[in-house]
Structures are given as structure tokens and as C-alpha cells.
């Protein structure tokens, strides 16, 4: 079996989709929060499925991992760690109204910056940093309809 690669979290911006003088532009003073950062590791890639053991046995099949029982500080995921220590963990969904999703929850060195400069944005906090367990504090915002998660270790 070979090595898996780092989960990293690919950007791809065309000149034919988003012209170069528009761009993703902004002004320093909200940019204060983050460091550049051209690899924007994963620190957890999260599965909401009410099929969690055959999503479990997909991802062990194509991806190689091995998960554990659910865990209760990551609500009842079952969570498998990769080789470069990024967590996957897939879960049912918690309430009525949660639907199928996957997020990815990227590394942050200070997830209170990171979520207040989300909300600088215009970005809704729809979790604000809240810890889990051993594994760290998370945080979920919402801009333009899509969840993104943040993660400090």
C-alpha cells in the first residue's frame, strides 16, 4: 500500500471564471487575522450521512482508512486518522433539520481572529469557537449559503 498524501485543500482560480482586477481583493486591516498560507491543511474533514458504516466502508475502500467506534466528543463520528495526522469523521446527522454535508474544518493558529475576521467579511459565526474534547476548538461560518469550518489545535 503506497502513502497516502497530505490532505490539502486545492484553490483554483481561472482568468476566464475570475478576472485578475477582481479577484478575491481586499484591504489589509481584515486581513490581519491570517497568515498566507498556500497549502491550507485540513485539520478534519467531517461526513454528516445517515448512512455512516457503508460511507465508512466506501472511504475505507478508496482511501485506505481504518475507523474507530463513534466518538462522543465529535458527535458520534466515526473517526479514522490519517498518516499526516488530519482526522476524517463521519457521523449522522444530529438534528431533523441537519442535512448531508461535507465540510472541511481547516487548521488556524488562533481561531478566535480567524472567526472574527470571517465575520469582518460578512460572514454569519454559526458555531462560535467551541471546544471539543482533546481534539481542539472548532468553529463553523456561513458566507453566501456555504458552512466553512475552522479548527485550532
Known sequence: ????????????????VVPPTTACRGDAPQRAAAQPDATMNVHYLEVVTPAVDSTCALFESVHGLSFGPREASLGLAR???RPDGALVGIRAPLAEHERPTTR????VDDIDAAAKAAEGRGAIVAYPPTRQGD??????????GVEHGLWQR
Open 79 to 81: 473517526v479514522a486518522r
Open 104 to 107: 472541511a474544518y481547516l487548521a
Open 1 to 16: 500500500m503506497r502513502a497516502a498524501a497530505p490532505l490539502r485543500l486545492a484553490l483554483l482560480v481561472t482568468a476566464s
Open 135 to 144: 481534539h481542539g476548538v472548532f468553529a463553523i461560518v456561513i458566507q453566501d
